[in-house]
Nanobody
Framework: QVQLVESGGGLVQPGGSLRLSCAASGRFFSIWATGWYRQAPGKQRELVALITSGGNTNYADSVKGRFTISRDNARNTVYLQMNSLKPEDTAVYYC???????????WGQGTQVTVSS
């Protein structure tokens, strides 16, 4: 069984930064891809960024150049550094894993990110 715990969300002004963390339990975390997804009110959940076990990354066009995903396999943790935040980044952010290359079967509980002045 895999458990994912997200942290680091909060309220930030436009232009500010936050770093989200996704801490995982489970022995296979290091071989799976892990992604950050977000869901805003009234919208579908969407992929924000994904990182494979080998460190390859993929980003949504809307966050390229502003967000950076990284992983520390020794700590079983994946991070999402979010800079130059915009109001449209406001959403609940979820961590996902469980697949070698894409969407997996494990989700965290989510962490709220609110960008507002």
């Amino acid at each position: 069984q895999v458990q994912l715990v997200e942290s680091g969300g909060g309220l930030v002004q436009p232009g500010g930064s936050l770093r989200l963390s996704c801490a995982a339990s489970g022995r296979f975390f290091s071989i799976w891809a892990t992604g950050w997804y977000r869901q805003a009110p009234g919208k579908q959940r969407e992929l924000v960024a994904l990182i494979t076990s080998g460190g390859n990354t993929n980003y949504a066009d809307s966050v390229k150049g502003r967000f950076t995903i990284s992983r520390d396999n020794a700590r079983n943790t994946v991070y999402l550094q979010m800079n130059s935040l915009k109001p449209e980044d406001t959403a609940v952010y979820y961590c996902n894993t469980g697949s070698i290359s894409g969407l997996g079967g494990y989700w965290g509980q989510g962490t709220q990110v609110t960008v507002s002045s």
